[in-house]
C-alpha cells in the first residue's frame, strides 16, 4: 500500500460503518506495509459486536478471513484490458468478513492484494457506499 500518512483506517464486521472495532486515529489499530502485504494489530472494542466478534472467532465460526476497501491510485491494464494490475493503492477500511472473495488467501494475520482481489474489494466497496446512500 505504500506511505499509509496520518489516514483514519477503520476495522469494521462485514463492511458495516455501524459496526465499528477499531481504528488507526484512536490508536486502536496500527497497520505496516510489509513485502508481503497489508499487516494489522488491532485492540478490538468491548462493545457487544466486538464481543461477539470475538466469540465468534473464539469458536471458530469465524475464521479471521479478512475483506479490504481501498482507493486505487494507479492501475495497469493488459492490452485486451481484461486483466488489472494495482500499482498504488490506499486503503480505507479493514473489514473481518463471515466470507471474503478468495477465502484462504485474504486471513486476517497477513496477505497479499493480488488484482482481482483489488477489484473484488473497490466493488464490494461501492457496493456498500450505495447501501449507506440509500439508508440516508
Known amino acids: 500500500f505504500g506511505e499509509l500518512g496520518g489516514a483514519d483506517i ?15 486515529r484512536s490508536g486502536t489499530m496500527q497497520l505496516t506495509d510489509t513485502a ?19 466469540e465468534l472467532i473464539a469458536r471458530g465460526d469465524l475464521s479471521g478471513e479478512m475483506s479490504f476497501g481501498f482507493y486505487v491510485d494507479r ?29 484462504d488467501k485474504t486471513n486476517s494475520s497477513l496477505r497479499r492484494v493480488s488484482a482481482a482481489f483489488t477489484e473484488a474489494a473497490r466493488l464490494r466497496l461501492e457496493i456498500h457506499k450505495h447501501r449507506m446512500t440509500d439508508h440516508v
Open 75 to 103: 492501475d495497469e491494464w493488459n492490452p485486451r484490458r481484461t486483466e488489472r494490475t494495482v500499482t498504488a493503492a490506499r486503503p480505507g477500511e479493514l473489514s473481518v468478513v463471515v466470507d471474503a472473495a478468495y477465502g
Open 10 to 24: 477503520k476495522l469494521l464486521f462485514n463492511h458495516d460503518g455501524g459496526a465499528l472495532l477499531a481504528r488507526t
Open 36 to 54: 508481503a502485504g497489508l499487516r494489522f494489530t488491532a485492540d478490538i472494542a468491548d462493545t457487544s459486536i466486538g464481543r461477539d466478534v470475538r
